[in-house]
């Protein structure tokens, strides 16, 4: 009897909570990813336009503003420094193998990034090319990729993911991708160690996406955090290069891809140059500091203010980038991530017309998140709020704009008490959990909620469910697939008056309930004993008593 009256009780909570509007969903992507707010790119008018329209939308829900402190009151903003890399005119490139000069394109052959290691002009002829395996280094799992091998002046070409990604069976976690399996760890990897550049091989598997997104994603401008020594972070060129010119390559220099691709995947590989096969490069880069921002309001808690639980999303998308075969330059951003931020603005709402929460709840939209978390990374490293004190994070980022769904996900395989929260509270939802499907791809080191993870904070990125109601996983798998192919990262990903966005207004009931529990509780979540973020969260215990 219990059981079923706590049942009715759950039941009545779902059906009385906050309403959210898929009209109003629909109205906020409409407006953040139309072409007047030009892709929504980090220093552009583009984030003019949509840092104020987030401002006015929280100033209408009744929120406070929970910015950097100016002039002894809170700004509604967070400034970010970041720096802005920018290849300027044309990027000459070219690879010989002692009998030929073949010219390469930008873009179609490689996608070369604007340098980040604050060199002016990048300009080498004739560098060696050295094939590093995955690029890892990984004592304790008694991995080396490199055996010694130096590459100072040497460009090391590398592939993408982890050993274990093919086999599924290893030291890596199988198909489930570590960070060494991110393009981050390898460029971070091959500057740490000296390279003139890395090259990482393109395939659509391992990647989880294709080459018009690693085009997409690293010909335009890039962002950095401002470092003091960016050459220890970045080497001077960063590159992707296309599967079927790179088996070329390794053919002409006297090397079998796939015969050294399996040989990567065991502890025995040894570095192998490309013999005779050399690149050479030309292109000049303009570097400068910018300011972008971080959008922030908060709703102060009534018996507990100085503790917080923050809801998250990015406002930034592509901005302006190259054409697409309809010549659309405009990379409106709308599922990625207009919908986060729509969701964002609806907690907003909800929260603003509820009773206030006993701990503060802050709504944070970061910038630069698709220039590599960097609205997030400064957050967490330059908090407004204490992390110790940060009671746990829900970021969301690209929601299905379609119809209900009967389960959810979140990205990665985290193990964290926040985790079996959501889940308990997804049951009033009619909502199941589903493990991340493509954990290979490695979402768990792409979003938002990592840079506040990797501090210990406990944190989830929400993934909208993929078996539909009306469909089921079918239709789930056809909306994925057709997005990941068509408009991830592309022009494509626009608005449409088709999307119903009944299942964002679904799942946002739980996400609003899933906060108000942690925002009304004096309980802290935490991470699993055996998580790699345990031991940060428990150093700073003694600030949480």
Same mark, same amino acid.
């Given at each position: 009897?219990?059981?079923?009256?706590?049942?009715?009780?759950? +039941?009545?909570?779902?059906?009385?909570?906050?309403?959210?509007?898929?009209?109003?969903?629909?109205?906020?992507?409409?407006?953040?990813?139309?072409?007047?707010?030009?892709?929504?790119?980090?220093?552009?008018?583009?984030?003019?336009?949509?840092?104020?329209?987030?401002?006015?939308?929280?100033?209408?829900?009744?929120?406070?503003?929970?910015?950097?402190?100016?002039?002894?009151?809170?700004?509604?903003?967070?400034?970010?420094? #970041?720096?802005?890399?920018?290849?300027?005119?044309?990027?000459?490139?070219?690879?010989?193998?002692?009998?030929?000069?073949?010219?390469?394109?930008?873009?179609?052959?490689? +996608?070369?990034?604007?340098?980040?290691?604050?060199?002016?002009?990048?300009?080498?002829?004739?560098?060696?090319?050295?094939?590093?395996?995955? /690029?890892?280094?990984?004592?304790?799992?008694?991995?080396?990729?490199?055996?010694?091998?130096?590459?100072?002046?040497?460009?090391?070409?590398?592939?993408?993911?982890?050993?274990?990604? $093919?086999?599924?069976?290893?030291?890596?976690?199988?198909?489930? =991708?570590?960070?060494?399996?991110?393009?981050?760890?390898?460029? $971070?990897? =091959?500057?740490?160690?000296?390279?003139?550049?890395?090259?990482?091989?393109?395939?659509?598997?391992?990647?989880?996406?294709?080459?018009?997104?690693?085009?997409? &994603?690293?010909?335009?401008?890039?962002?950095?955090?401002? %470092?003091?020594?960016?050459?220890?972070?970045?080497?001077?060129?960063?590159?992707?290069?296309?599967?079927?010119?790179?088996?070329?390559?390794?053919?002409? /220099?006297?090397?079998?891809? $796939?015969? #050294?691709?399996?040989?990567?995947?065991?502890?025995?590989?040894?570095?192998?140059?490309?013999?005779?096969?050399?690149?050479? +490069?030309?292109?000049?880069?303009?570097?400068?500091?910018?300011?972008?921002?971080?959008?922030?309001? %908060?709703?102060?808690?009534?018996? &507990?203010?100085?503790?917080?639980?923050?809801?998250?999303?990015?406002?930034?998308?592509?901005?302006?980038?190259?054409?697409?075969?309809?010549?659309?330059?405009?990379?409106? /951003?709308?599922?990625?991530?207009? @919908?986060?931020?729509?969701?964002?603005?609806?907690?907003?709402?909800?929260?603003?017309?509820?009773?206030?929460?006993?701990?503060?709840?802050?709504?944070?939209?970061?910038?630069?998140?698709?220039?590599?978390?960097?609205?997030?990374?400064?957050?967490?490293?330059?908090?407004?709020?204490?992390?110790?004190?940060?009671?746990?994070?829900?970021?969301?980022?690209?929601?299905?704009?379609?119809?209900?769904?009967?389960?959810?996900?979140?990205?990665?395989?985290?193990?964290?008490?926040?985790?079996?929260?959501?889940?308990?509270?997804?049951?009033?939802?009619?909502?199941?959990?589903?493990?991340?499907?493509?954990?290979?791809?490695?979402?768990?080191?792409?979003?938002?909620?990592?840079?506040?993870?990797?501090?210990?904070?406990?944190?989830?990125?929400?993934?909208?469910?993929?078996?539909?109601?009306?469909?089921?996983?079918?239709?789930?798998?056809?909306?994925? $697939?057709?997005?990941?192919?068509?408009?991830?990262?592309?022009? &494509?990903?626009?608005?449409?008056?088709?999307?119903?966005?009944?299942?964002?207004?679904?799942?946002? /009931?739980?996400?609003?309930?899933?906060?108000?529990?942690?925002?009304?509780? @004096?309980?802290?979540?935490?991470?699993?004993?055996?998580?790699?973020? %345990?031991?940060?969260?428990?150093?700073?215990?003694?600030?949480?008593?």
């Amino acid at each position: 009897m219990l059981a079923l009256s706590l049942m009715a009780a759950f +039941a009545a909570h779902a059906a009385t909570g906050p309403e959210f509007d898929a009209q109003r969903l629909s109205h906020d992507v409409k407006v953040l990813s139309s072409d007047e707010f030009e892709g929504r790119g980090p220093n552009t008018a583009g984030e003019t336009k949509t840092v104020n329209y987030l401002i006015e939308q929280f100033k209408a829900a009744g929120l406070q503003p929970g910015g950097d402190i100016v002039k002894g009151q809170r700004s509604w903003t967070q400034d970010v420094p #970041l720096g802005r890399f920018e290849i300027k005119g044309p990027v000459t490139l070219s690879v010989s193998d002692g009998k030929t000069v073949q010219p390469l394109k930008q873009g179609d052959d490689l +996608a070369v990034r604007a340098a980040m290691n604050g060199a002016k002009l990048v300009d080498f002829k004739n560098a060696p090319l050295v094939f590093v395996g995955y /690029g890892v280094t990984a004592p304790e799992r008694q991995w080396d990729d490199f055996k010694g091998q130096d590459l100072k002046g040497k460009l090391a070409v590398v592939l993408i993911n982890d050993p274990d990604f $093919e086999t599924g069976q290893g030291d890596f976690g199988g198909k489930a =991708m570590t960070y060494y399996g991110r393009w981050t760890y390898k460029y $971070e990897e =091959m500057a740490r160690r000296g390279a003139l550049g890395t090259i990482i091989v393109h395939e659509t598997a391992p990647a989880s996406y294709g080459w018009n997104t690693v085009k997409n &994603s690293n010909t335009n401008v890039m962002y950095d955090i401002v %470092r003091k020594q960016p050459q220890q972070a970045h080497a001077p060129m960063e590159a992707w290069i296309q599967r079927d010119l790179a088996v070329d390559l390794f053919k002409r /220099g006297g090397l079998d891809f $796939e015969a #050294l691709k399996k040989q990567a995947q065991t502890r025995d590989f040894k570095p192998a140059e490309l013999k005779g096969v050399t690149l050479s +490069a030309k292109y000049a880069v303009d570097a400068q500091v910018i300011v972008s921002k971080n959008v922030a309001a %908060r709703v102060a808690g009534a018996k &507990s203010p100085n503790e917080t639980v923050i809801y998250s999303g990015h406002w930034d998308h592509l901005g302006v980038g190259l054409p697409d075969a309809k010549g659309d330059k405009i990379y409106n /951003g709308a599922v990625d991530n207009g @919908t986060g931020i729509a969701a964002l603005l609806e907690l907003a709402r909800a929260y603003g017309k509820a009773p206030k929460p006993a701990r503060s709840v802050v709504f944070l939209a970061v910038t630069a998140e698709e220039k590599g978390l960097l609205g997030s990374e400064y957050y967490a490293a330059n908090p407004l709020y204490p992390l110790a004190t940060t009671v746990g994070v829900i970021n969301m980022d690209a929601l299905s704009p379609h119809g209900v769904a009967r389960n959810f996900t979140i990205s990665g395989s985290a193990r964290l008490d926040l985790l079996d929260q959501l889940v308990a509270k997804a049951r009033q939802w009619n909502l199941v959990y589903a493990p991340d499907p493509k954990p290979e791809a490695g979402h768990f080191f792409r979003s938002d909620h990592f840079p506040f993870a990797k501090r210990g904070v406990p944190a989830i990125s929400y993934g909208s469910g993929d078996d539909l109601v009306d469909g089921g996983l079918a239709a789930g798998h056809k909306i994925e $697939e057709s997005y990941v192919t068509n408009n991830y990262h592309q022009p &494509s990903d626009e608005w449409s008056a088709d999307w119903s966005f009944a299942g964002m207004s679904h799942d946002l /009931g739980m996400l609003y309930a899933l906060g108000r529990d942690l925002a009304d509780s @004096t309980a802290w979540p935490n991470w699993s004993k055996d998580a790699e973020f %345990r031991a940060a969260r428990d150093a700073t215990a003694a600030k949480r008593k």
